[in-house]
């Protein structure tokens, strides 16, 4: 449902869909990264915020969940927890450019 509400340009539905799929007790962090990126490619970092926080709970040494929660915690503004969260992603696996470079833009 999330693909074809995407697909038609429903994006109200679409990030519904994927929120749904992303906050289910069996999501994996895939699912939880596509609602991050629909999420914030539409502009609502703060709906990401209470999802990225529950990976980061369930997933908490997985560092595509600290650098989903810095992603999140960047768009909203907030600078000391995305560097924490790309630094804690870099902890976690050292070789990961993406956050390496997320942290440099801040």
Aim: charged fraction near 25%; avoid cysteine.
């Amino acid at each position: 449902l999330a693909q074809e509400a995407t697909i038609t340009g429903n994006a109200v539905l679409a990030l519904e869909q994927l929120k749904d799929i992303a906050a289910a007790q069996e999501a994996t962090i895939d699912d939880v990264a596509q609602f991050v990126d629909a999420a914030l490619a539409a502009g609502s970092a703060a709906d990401a915020n209470e999802v990225v926080h529950a990976a980061v709970n369930k997933w908490p040494i997985d560092a595509q969940a600290q650098e989903l929660l810095g992603r999140v915690a960047a768009a909203l503004g907030n600078k000391d927890e995305a560097r924490t969260a790309f630094e804690q992603a870099l902890k976690l696996d050292p070789l990961r450019e993406t956050s390496r470079a997320e942290l440099q833009k801040l």
